[in-house]
């Protein structure tokens, strides 16, 4: 769970901390006081985009830190992406006026993936977004799928093998063209082939032709030297090197019986006379070989260009290698192209049939789990004040075997729609089209309650899950919740006054003015507090002391309530 939060220079916030407590966390304060800020920082840390329009005027960064409460779930995600763990979880996400922004995550630098991937395990939010995302039909599909995903985990997973394996088929079978397709590149494969053998080229011919040519451009210095140390070394008329060390060698053979040290000097000299003279030996057939002409350098310059252009076309020898492998493998594939279709068609077919068997279980599995979850939406949606509501999800006819190629996908062949009667008389129609922004409200609490004891994220924030509903309904939603915290950590952004009674730690967030500048602060609210709080999201603060009296009561009987759940 979420146990500190730290917001500097956002938006309206200047710094603000935030200790929530393990169970239900209420935020309130008047309209435009910021209570929206704090979720947007939150957000932040969850992998939402940042825009530096969010940094708090005249401010160069701000920052959003939260700490969390280490789980296993969140363990196992921070060992996949090789980040330090520790016994708690330390998310910190820095922005800047240029629109940078540095993640940070137990102190690792961290990207935006990263740090949704690893969130996604920490806090599940509940806001405005969720609740598009709800008029979508796309997204009715997926809700079932998740309230039945422990009983479809193996037909599932089965079905996502042979899609796979389906998808893989279908790209070979596209790859093998019609006929004359084929024979172009068949044409284009022989050519490359056959330019390739032909060059006749090898890893280092690039480097010796460019040394060759060098030779060659370079034969006038090249015979100047090699003649001047000819020269030096046996012809030059006042004592050639030959001459002079025969003559040292002569002068130390005379005393080399006299000392050790001597007889040693004698015998190195007489080993750099046989060096000298392999060595003017090399020389002599260096020169010997000096036969070259201009023609050779013009073909050294085709063959140059031409190494090079099949580099340029290629790649490096290797890559050049490699090239020719994959190109004849292609090559084979497709002079065999009528055998391979016809095995690829048989293959198809057969996985088709496979699809289709998976798809029929997974759909069956899906309308039973879509009349059970119905029901239980019904039951939840009834508690929370639509007492006459009813509710369905229309799942499409499965379809016949012929029909199956044109409309299967990875998720099988079904489409969901949820179907809703807010009110006794009144038939079911398309939810996207009827429902109003208090009945989306229960409806989304109704799916969280369903969800509550399989949902393994520790932390669930709803921004204003009460709008649209007063009344008795607030008072069954505050119970709802209550419910929900006592196995998860919720922090509720609320108005309402049945809500704030149910807190188990209450934040009021306020607007101050302070030297010229707007700031917005944050308060955590003792006993008194949260009651003269209640008294004023009921509306009649200030107008009578019963209305003190009445949030008392409110309070009480909230806490007493809580007391049943423990």
């Known amino acids: 769970m979420l146990t500190r939060l730290v917001v500097e220079n956002l938006a309206l916030i200047e710094k603000l901390e935030l200790e929530p407590c393990g169970r239900l966390n209420v935020l309130s304060g008047e309209t435009g006081a910021g209570k929206s800020i704090i979720v947007d920082g939150i957000m932040l840390l969850l992998g939402a985009r940042y825009d530096k ?209 001597y007889s040693e000097l004698y015998e190195r000299l007489q080993s750099v006379a046989i060096e000298l003279e392999d060595v003017c030996d090399g020389i002599a057939d260096e020169l010997g070989s000096m036969n070259f002409d201009m023609n050779e350098l013009d073909e050294l310059e085709k063959r140059l260009a031409f190494v090079r252009a099949l580099k340029r076309k290629y790649g490096a020898y290797a890559n050049m290698l490699a090239f020719k492998h994959k190109a004849q493998a292609r090559l084979d594939f497709l002079e065999n192209a009528d055998e391979h279709y016809e095995a690829l068609g048989k293959k198809r077919n057969e996985l088709l049939k496979k699809l289709y068997s998976l798809a029929k279980k997974w759909h069956i599995k899906r309308e039973a789990g879509a009349i059970e979850f119905s029901k239980k939406v019904i039951a939840e949606l009834h508690e929370l004040g639509m007492e006459n509501a009813d509710f369905k999800i229309e799942l499409p006819d499965f379809p016949k075997i012929e029909e199956f190629v044109n409309v299967f996908g990875a998720n099988g062949v079904d489409t969901a729609e949820f179907y809703l009667s807010p009110n006794a008389g009144q038939p079911l129609k398309s939810l996207i089209k009827i429902i109003s922004g208090g009945e989306m409200s229960r409806f989304m609490l109704a799916l969280k309650v369903i969800s509550n004891e399989s949902d393994t994220v520790p932390t669930m924030i709803f921004d204003e899950i009460d709008a649209g509903i007063s009344g008795i309904t607030g008072r069954v939603v505050a119970k709802k919740l209550a419910t929900i915290s006592r196995k998860h950590q919720i922090l509720c952004v609320s108005h309402l006054a049945q809500i704030a009674a149910m807190a188990d730690a209450h934040f009021y967030i306020s607007k101050q003015s302070r030297n010229n500048t707007t700031i917005t602060t944050v308060v955590s609210l003792d006993k008194q507090g949260m009651v003269d709080e209640i008294s004023r999201l009921s509306g009649s603060k200030g107008i009578s002391e019963q209305s003190d009296i009445n949030a008392l009561t409110m309070k009480k009987w909230s806490d007493e309530f809580k007391a049943t759940l423990e």
């Open 53 to 261: 329009t969010l940094l708090r005027y005249g401010a160069e960064s701000g920052l959003v830190e939260g700490v969390f409460d280490y789980t296993e779930r969140a363990g196992e995600v921070m060992r996949e992406l090789g980040l330090d763990e520790d016994d708690c979880i330390i998310i910190s996400r820095k922005f800047h006026a240029d629109g940078k922004n540095e993640i940070r995550i137990n102190g690792r630098a961290a990207t935006i993936s990263m740090l949704k991937q690893l969130t996604a395990t920490l806090v599940d939010i509940y806001g405005q977004n969720e609740y598009q995302s709800l008029m979508r039909t796309s997204e009715h599909l997926r809700i079932l799928d998740y309230f039945i995903r422990n009983d479809c985990k193996d037909v599932r997973a089965e079905y996502a093998k042979e899609y796979s394996e389906y998808k893989a088929t279908m790209t070979e079978l596209s790859g093998i063209g019609n006929a004359s397709e084929r024979e172009r590149e068949i044409d284009l494969l022989r050519f490359q082939l056959a330019e390739i053998s032909d060059a006749n080229t090898f890893e280092t011919e690039e480097e010796e032709l460019l040394e060759r040519r060098n030779i060659i451009t370079s034969a006038e210095k090249i015979y100047a030297a090699l003649g001047k140390a000819t020269e030096v070394l046996t012809e030059k008329e006042d004592g050639s090197a030959s001459e002079l060390l025969s003559e040292a060698q002569r002068e130390l053979g005379s005393i080399s019986e006299l000392k050790g040290t």
